[in-house]
């Protein structure tokens, strides 16, 4: 399966961003969906993560209760609608699938999307 994430831009600290990840092939619905983000200077760590069903979500603990993960398999797009952003989740923020493993471990994911750099302003 191949990624594109996109939606990403520049946004005042408190504000919301809504970024999107399309993907092609007709297995999109049998895949476990994540997210994650690489700030400068920093590894790449875990934001969110989806079931491949959308039925379960999980989060990391720095953004759970801003952000949001969402599904539509009919449209091969995963969704992450960020809120009340904070000048600390400037990054670079990628997509990945998966069909086994951890939600949160970087490595159980095969593929990934390019990324789209989110730059919160304080």
């Known amino acids: 399966v191949q990624l594109q994430a996109f939606g990403g831009g520049l946004v005042q600290a408190g504000g919301s961003l809504r970024l999107s990840c399309a993907a092609s092939?007709?297995?999109?619905?049998?895949?476990?969906m994540g997210w994650f983000r690489q700030a400068p200077g920093k590894e790449r760590e875990f934001v969110g993560a989806?079931?491949?069903?959308?039925?379960?979500?999980y989060y990391a603990g720095s953004v759970k209760g801003r952000f949001t993960i969402s599904r539509d398999n009919a449209k091969r797009t995963v969704y992450l609608q960020m809120n009340s952003l904070k000048p600390e989740d400037t990054a670079v923020y990628y997509c990945?699938?998966?069909?086994?493993?951890?939600?949160?471990?970087?490595?159980?994911?095969?593929?990934w999307g390019q990324g789209t750099l989110v730059t919160v302003s304080s």
């Open positions: 989806t079931s491949a069903s959308g039925g379960m979500t």
């Open positions: 092939g007709s297995t999109f619905s049998t895949y476990y």
């Open positions: 990945a699938a998966r069909t086994y493993g951890a939600p949160d471990v970087l490595d159980s994911y095969r593929y």
